[in-house]
T-cell receptor
Framework: DQQVKQNSPSLSVQEGRISILNCDYTNSMFDYFLWYKKYPAEGPTFLISISSIKDKNEDGRFTVFLNKSAKHLSLHIVPSQPGDSAVYFC???????????FGTGTRLQVFP | EPEVTQTPSHQVTQMGQEVILRCVPISNHLYFYWYRQILGQKVEFLVS????????KSEIFDDQFSVERPDGSNFTLKIRSTKLEDSAMYFC???????????????FGSGTQLSVL
């Protein structure tokens, strides 16, 4: 039951260029979406979120876009930096449930 | 910066044994969670806990699992009789509140890697 899908297990981007990480979901009840970043031997760390009433949210170098009709969201990182190299998880929640549904993650590598 | 602390970082156990994973949530947080990640798979919700009782649990969280807040600072996950398929990284998390406004402020610990042999 993969309600949240990240179809690209890995992505390699040159420093300074844009990184685009994609996420698809199937549950139309999801109304809040989040991106978490995870370094090895650490827990996931919140990065950015978006409510379903918006189609874009920006925070510094990070922008999340939501296309509700396509049930698709993406995370843009520009410019990418070597310190951005990590695993990025897309997550979603519905209503006031406590539960976050995570994707399988995309490993981003930013090389000089 | 306040953080969620988990101990031990690695736990190896024999199948059928009981294990207790320990967590110290951030001190002013009221909501507590356990998630797990089997190697190569997604992070999965197990249980949420508020006001000394379970508020939500997943189908994974069966009778073999239990959670407890034995004192004012610790939050534990007990697996009564471990199975091979329980091998995973277990993450504890906490937040000040719950619902949409607080999901973004979900703080995770660095995890306990449980290996069941």
């Amino acid at each position: 039951d993969q309600q949240v899908k990240q179809n690209s297990p890995s992505l390699s981007v040159q420093e300074g260029r844009i990184s685009i990480l994609n996420c698809d979901y199937t549950n139309s009840m999801f109304d809040y979406f989040l991106w978490y970043k995870k370094y090895p031997a650490e827990g996931p760390t919140f990065l950015i979120s978006i409510s379903s009433i918006k189609d874009k949210n920006e925070d510094g170098r990070f922008t999340v876009f939501l296309n509700k009709s396509a049930k698709h969201l993406s995370l843009h990182i520009v410019p990418s930096q070597p310190g951005d190299s990590a695993v990025y998880f897309c997550a979603a929640s519905a209503g006031n449930t406590d539960k976050l549904i995570f994707g399988t993650g995309t490993r981003l590598q930013v090389f000089p | 910066e306040p953080e969620v602390t988990q101990t031990p970082s690695h736990q190896v156990t024999q199948m059928g044994q009981e294990v207790i994973l320990r967590c110290v949530p951030i001190s002013n947080h009221l909501y507590f969670y356990w998630y797990r990640q089997i190697l190569g798979q997604k992070v999965e919700f197990l249980v949420s806990f508020y006001n000394n009782e379970i508020s939500e649990k997943s189908e994974i969280f069966d009778d073999q699992f239990s959670v407890e807040r034995p004192d004012g600072s610790n939050f534990t996950l007990k697996i009564r009789s471990t199975k091979l398929e329980d091998s995973a990284m277990y993450f504890c998390a906490s937040s000040e509140g719950t619902g949409l406004a607080f999901n973004e402020k979900l703080f995770f610990g660095s995890g306990t890697q449980l290996s069941v042999l």
